[in-house]
């Protein structure tokens, strides 16, 4: 069974449309990346499967359940988290309480959450009570990520999360994605660096123009000649 199953999805913003029958399967705790040129419709199906932006036509499964056009908050609470590549942290408030905000759903005492947290990112923990806007972009994707995990997602989506980072820390920042998913979480990743993605993903998408192009195993589409020639550089 599918943890994550997308059918024939059509969406965009406003008159313009933007993706064109698009179809994606995640299994529970699979690693799945998009990838594909500028422009193709990636961050546009992250936004769509979470809620932002209301499908015109297919149908989105979570967990079996049609979640078709629901809203973001019903989807966190089902397990479902979203990282956008802007606008992903409360730049003003400390590190803990940005992560504090990832848990404001719960009626629980978030030490525990906030402990898993910890561990993933102990940088996070030394800085604890640093205003995240002082940090350095890849601190801040450490904070949004780990804000994400607070609920303890089944599924997260990561949209372009080394966008912006120096090449130094974009290595670092896929070892921390790796491993996210290796607590057991399952990942769908848009990503610029689309080789590194095929490398370190299970599956993979391609799009371009908004439709599906090529999909498989990442190994298979990494050694893929056509695959290469087109999207990766040759």
């Known amino acids: 069974m599918w943890l994550l199953k997308v059918e024939g999805l059509h969406s965009g913003y406003g008159d313009m449309q933007v993706l064109h029958d698009v179809h994606l399967a995640v299994a529970p705790g699979e690693f799945v990346c998009i990838i594909g040129p500028n422009g193709a419709g990636k961050s546009t199906l992250l936004k769509t499967i979470f809620g932002l932006l209301r499908p015109s036509g297919g149908r989105i499964q979570f967990d079996g359940q049609d979640i078709t056009g629901w809203p973001p908050q019903r989807l966190v609470r089902m397990g ?7 606008d992903n942290v409360f730049p003003s408030l400390t590190v803990e309480e ?4 990832g848990g ?6 978030l030490q525990q959450r906030k402990e898993r947290v910890f561990s993933l990112f102990p940088v996070l923990r030394e800085r604890r009570r640093q205003r995240v806007g002082g940090m350095s972009g890849g601190e801040r994707q450490m904070v949004a990520m780990g804000r994400a995990l607070m609920l303890q997602p089944r599924l997260l989506l990561l949209d372009e999360p080394s966008a912006g980072l120096a090449p130094k820390l974009v290595e670092h920042l896929f070892e921390q994605v790796q491993a996210i998913h290796a607590s057991g979480v399952a990942v769908v990743m848009v990503e610029q660096n689309a080789r590194r993605s095929l ?3 299970q599956r993979a998408y391609v799009l371009a123009g908004g439709r599906n192009r090529f999909e498989g195993p990442s190994r298979a589409l990494l050694e893929d000649p056509e695959v290469g020639r087109l999207y990766l550089g040759g």
Do not use: H, S, W
């Not at 479902?80 to 802007?86: D, E, F, G, I, N």
């Open 104 to 109: 404001f759903v719960l009626q629980e005492d």
């Open 80 to 86: 479902l988290a979203y990282v956008p590549q802007v």
């Open 98 to 101: 940005n992560l504090e905000m």
């Open 199 to 201: 490398e370190v993903a």
